[in-house]
């Protein structure tokens, strides 16, 4: 063993150099999430409610089984229309994730159940011009997202929440949920599915709010 200065120094750096490698290696310390913005679950301006606020436009229409229908259309090589029963005979997958609205409040934990999305476009296969998706609802809301932001693992339109129906207030029978946008992206009482190759805003998109609606980015309001 060297007792000279450099020596031990030289010793020193090759084990911190030697750790560190072995650190990348096992991939020491990295969050698991995809973007560091995410490595805090909270977003920006947003607190977490235990409770689960109820917003509408003041309607919320009230859509017998037997009645209700889905379609979906535009850009799909499949255009397809479902009843009820024919729409939960297809696989229905779970997924839990968090709800941020754009008035501040965030609900963790939400466990929906539904339709994915990757299994509806898997249906009624978009054309190739297609790049955007426009949800039209019972109550005349319309809201918009890009297609590649609707083909993701997480977005579902659900048909129960917490195991249970979701409730005619939160947008029963059918609803949509997109996690990673504030959750005016998300369609209640959802009726028809429009693919489109240009972008149509919705409700709240033409009045200010912000057209894509990342709460990462705290993109509430439209900048103009
Ligand atoms: N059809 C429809 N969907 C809608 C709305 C609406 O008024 N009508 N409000 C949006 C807004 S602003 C929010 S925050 C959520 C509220 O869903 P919740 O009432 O289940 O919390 O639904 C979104 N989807
Ligand atoms: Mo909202």
């Given at each position: ?18 750790s ?36 509408d436009?003041?309607i ?33 997958v779970?997924r ?81 949920v ?47």
């Amino acid at each position: 063993m060297s007792d000279d200065g450099v020596g031990l120094f030289g010793r020193l750096k090759d084990k911190l150099v030697e750790s560190k490698k072995r650190w990348a290696q096992d991939g020491r310390l990295l969050t698991g999430a995809p973007d560091p913005r995410r490595a805090q679950r909270l977003p920006p301006g947003q607190r977490l409610v235990a409770t689960w606020p109820v917003l509408d436009l003041g309607i919320q229409p009230d859509i017998p089984l037997n009645v209700w229908r889905i379609t979906v259309d535009g850009l799909v090589e499949n255009p397809t229309v479902w009843k009820w029963g024919e729409f939960t005979d297809e696989a229905m997958v779970r997924r839990t994730s968090d709800i941020h609205c754009v008035t501040a409040w965030s609900r963790y934990d939400n466990e929906w159940e539904g339709m994915s999305a990757r299994h509806l476009l898997s249906v009624v296969r978009p054309r190739p011009e297609a790049q955007h998706v426009i949800f039209h609802s019972y109550d005349t809301y319309t809201t918009n997202v890009p297609l590649a932001d609707f083909d993701a693992a997480d977005v579902l339109l659900a048909v129960k929440w917490n195991g249970a129906p979701i409730a005619r207030e939160h947008g029963g029978p059918v609803r949509v949920v997109i996690p990673k946008l504030y959750f005016w992206k998300s369609a209640k009482w959802i009726k028809r599915i429009e693919f489109s190759q240009h972008d149509k805003p919705g409700f709240w998109e033409v009045r200010g709010y912000h057209n894509y609606g990342d709460p990462w980015l705290e993109q509430r309001y439209d900048d103009e």
